[in-house]
């Protein structure tokens, strides 16, 4: 499995989002596929931990 953000493509139009990564750090008010399934969150995943930590010295809450 490969996790890309959809913005990351010219044309996003032609990928299904298929699930979430890191609930915490969105808001679900702004999204229109809230439905979908939620997978690890930040702190459960090391690398993105070891980011966030080095340039907010906090994970999201």
Known sequence: MICITVSSFDDPSRF????HFSPETWHAAWLDTKDLPTTTRVA??????D???KALG???D
């Open 16 to 19: 299904r989002p298929m699930q």
């Open 44 to 49: 459960d995943h090391p690398s993105t931990a």
């Open 51 to 53: 980011r966030w930590m």
């Open 58 to 60: 906090k994970l999201p």
